[in-house]
């Protein structure tokens, strides 16, 4: 079955960098977007980051623009968010998710990214 598991997440200070990485397994991974969203405590969930399978399309969300890298190793069925410049803002739980041909909906468990000082 579909498996999405993220990691990388943790407290950081304010101005550090992060990396999360989600495992996909269950799928042809190399098929599929993949998108990052995160949701904040008391907050819907967020598109964080958009790529398309070949991985030659890409979109953030105007808040990370700047600060943030998506990307995949298809050969490792890998995905990848490259945070830096962390803000306190960046505070949530992190979701990796991609949609299958038939429209279905795939979500990891999530990791938590905390900034603070």
Known sequence: QVQLVESGGGL???GGSLRLSCAASGFPFSRYEMRWYRQ????ERELVAYISASGRNINYAD?????FTISRDNAK???YLQ??????E???VYYCYTIGLRLQEYWGRGT????SS
């Open 83 to 88: 945070m830096n410049s962390l803000e306190p």
């Open 112 to 115: 938590q990214v905390a900034v």
């Open 40 to 43: 904040a405590s008391g907050k």
């Open 90 to 92: 960046d505070t949530a």
């Open 12 to 14: 950081v200070q304010p």
């Open 63 to 67: 808040s990370v623009k700047g600060r």
């Open 77 to 79: 069925n890998t995905l």
